[in-house]
């Protein structure tokens, strides 16, 4: 050992030593440390993991179309497939026809609002897995009404596979013409994203529809079940009236597929919202303006908005940095009153050694090599607090998609 | 200072004072190596302050520290701590062992405060040695706390003759002992002494250990400036 490691490796020596010796004491002072070090660290990680997973998903959805009256609603419902909490607010299919005009733009419909087992069914179409670049880890994706594809989490939370069958959940059980369970046939399982699609249960936008009471299915009736009040009549192009007592099914068989319908004109369908890709900047320029316009012209409040999530999501996150803030603020002052008792005790410890301390100094050790010694073993106890505070942020950033749930999920 | 120097410590006659108005005269000093001298006195007498000249702790105001041709009290604070380190060994009353240090760490352990000491493999064995010598080679990785008074006392002699220590210096060795252990006690230290070659100054009121030592130094308080006016 070269004389100039010998006094550091000495000083660690005895700072192992004497560490090890009072260990209850100083556990607790490296406890108290790492908690007070973590807590603004891991903050500052959480925070900024949280803002980054919010824009890194607006920043990739250009503009999003929807009736929802408020915008963190709209883009929070849109993006993250939260509650809505206006429901009636929505808008329908002949909305996109605003935004597809003069081939301005592309338009992703997105019908939300139902559940399955409390995970979220979104309607949409296959243009949405290819738009959110989302690929199967088994299967296939849905081709008929009835048929979903689970994202990698809902997959494992709900523990279904290929094959299996998931009923989507009822409505409110007092509304008898609200939302009807249906089965749900499960045709894929999508790769892990790191997003909210992980938790989601994509179903075609007729199937979302059917299960909101749109659309149904019921087998082909036939003369014969006159008799039974099944059919009611007959038009003059020899199609069957079907009665009330027509059962709907609760999923497509070969046979109800077939028949499978909705009441009504599809434009009219209900449409949450809609993710718009416009061809150009300047497509999207002009978009952006003419929605504006006809907003402020319309009082009513009833059409639709066209909003960039971006500058929803900035907003967001000035919000949370204002929480932040604050939160630094109250850790600074806590990791300052724990330092004060961590020295504290510290210098009772030394007061307590005073002896031992003294006896090394009379048999020839200086001041600077006791200091040094002194020194070594609160720079222990200060990196491994620093270690333990950095894993302990590390850990609580991982958390940051559930803090962006809590914030999404209100 | 005219002598030849042919004993190990030497000593004029040394003065030292401090600002409370304490007082110290102490006759010149001459010990071969391997004699052994007990100090007596009563307590605040200043025996603990002459073992403090002799090792270079404390610098007297009068007169000169010599030990082994080297005069000890005019040299600096840095040479001083190296001196002590090196040649003289410190026996205390209440031991000063480090609690969180084995008892073979405890030995080592002025291995550990200056870098003119190497802790390596001969330092180990002398040690191991030391223990040997002092009845506690089984005990070496036990801690203070798990000693007897007796073991303790063995534990600092052998620290203090580890680094080959040719000026041993112990204050009140046997202050918190047993009687029946004071006089082994104060045999071991002075017939360590003598096998090391080392000359060994003891402190102590005890008068029961006295006739241990080869020889004796009565220490008296000296009185205060204004008292000594007063007579």
């Known amino acids: 050992m070269s004389a100039v490691l010998r006094a550091p490796m000495h000083a660690f020596f005895l700072a192992v030593r004497a560490l090890r010796f009072a260990w209850q004491r100083n556990l607790l002072l490296l ?41 963190f609603d709209l883009v929070f419902a849109a993006l993250w497939f939260s509650p809505m909490p206006h429901p009636t607010t929505t808008g329908s299919m ?99 994203t790191g997003t909210a699609d992980d938790a989601a249960i994509f179903v075609d936008t007729s199937t979302a529809w059917t299960i909101r009471g749109v659309g149904h299915f019921h087998a082909p009736p036939t003369v014969a079940d006159q008799a039974t009040g099944r059919v009611i009549g007959q038009k003059p192009d020899g199609s069957l009236i079907a009665g009330e007592a027509l059962p709907i099914e609760s999923a497509p068989t070969t046979a109800s597929a077939q028949d499978f319908h909705f009441h009504g004109d599809l434009s009219d369908a209900p449409l949450s919202a809609a993710i718009v890709i416009p061809k150009s900047a300047k497509a999207q320029a002009i978009l952006l303006g003419r929605f504006d316009e006809a907003r402020s012209s319309d009082l009513s409040g009833a059409r639709p908005r066209l909003l960039r999530p971006i500058e929803v999501s900035d907003r967001v996150s000035q919000r949370i940095f204002t929480v932040e803030r604050l939160l630094d603020a109250v850790a600074v002052a806590a990791l300052i009153g724990t330092l004060a008792v961590v020295l504290l005790s510290f210098a009772l410890g030394i007061k307590l050694r005073a002896e031992e301390l003294r006896v090394m100094h009379r048999m020839g050790a200086s001041r600077a090599r006791i200091a040094l010694f002194l020194s070594t073993e609160a720079l222990c106890i200060l990196v491994l607090a620093s270690a333990i505070a950095l894993a302990l942020a590390r850990f609580a950033s991982q958390g940051a998609g559930a803090l962006v749930a809590w914030i999404v999920q209100g | 200072m005219t002598t030849l120097h042919s004993n190990l410590l030497e000593t004029t006659t040394l003065e030292f004072s401090r600002p409370s108005g304490f007082q110290l005269r102490v006759d010149a000093i001459h010990l071969a190596a391997g004699e052994s001298l007990a100090v007596r006195g009563v307590s605040g007498s200043g025996k603990s302050t002459l073992l403090a000249l002799l090792s270079g702790e404390l610098l007297p105001s009068k007169g000169e520290v010599w030990f082994d041709s080297a005069c000890v009290s005019s040299r600096s604070d840095a040479f001083r701590r190296a001196f002590r380190i090196r040649n003289a060994g410190l026996v205390f009353q209440d031991f000063g062992l480090v609690e969180s240090l084995s008892v073979l760490e405890n030995v080592l352990l002025p291995f550990r405060l200056h870098n003119t000491l190497t802790l390596d493999a001969d330092a180990r064995d002398r040690a191991h040695t030391m223990l040997g010598a002092v009845g506690l080679h089984a005990k070496s990785a036990r801690f203070p706390a798990q000693l007897s008074h007796g073991e303790r006392q063995r534990t600092a002699i052998a620290r203090a003759l580890v680094t080959g220590a040719r000026l041993i210096l112990a204050d009140e060795p046997t202050g918190n002992l047993d009687p029946a252990l004071k006089h082994d006690i104060a045999s071991l230290l002075r017939d360590i002494a003598r ?37």
């Open chain 2, 195 to 231: 096998s090391a070659h080392a000359a060994l100054v003891v402190a102590t009121h005890d008068e029961s250990i006295i006739d241990r030592f080869d020889r004796a130094l009565t220490i008296t308080p000296q009185p205060a400036p204004e008292l000594r006016g007063a007579q």
């Open chain 1, 31 to 71: 406890l108290a440390l790492s908690f007070a070090l973590a807590l603004p660290l891991a903050t500052r990680a959480t925070v900024k993991a949280a803002t980054h997973e919010l824009d890194s998903r607006a920043q990739s959805t250009p503009l999003l179309l929807g009736a929802a009256q408020s915008d």
């Open chain 1, 94 to 192: 002949r909305d996109l026809a605003l935004v597809e005009t003069d081939d301005l733009a592309t338009a992703i419909p997105l019908v939300l609002g139902s559940t399955a087992r409390t995970s979220p069914v979104v309607g949409t179409t296959l243009d949405y897995l290819a738009f959110r670049n989302l690929r199967f880890a088994q299967g296939r994706p849905f081709a008929l009404v009835g048929q979903c594809v689970l994202g990698s989490q809902a997959a494992i939370a709900l523990n279904l596979h290929v094959g299996e069958k998931v009923f989507t959940d009822p409505g409110a059980l007092t509304d008898l013409a609200g939302v009807f369970p249906i089965e749900l046939e499960i045709t894929g399982i999508l790769a892990t």
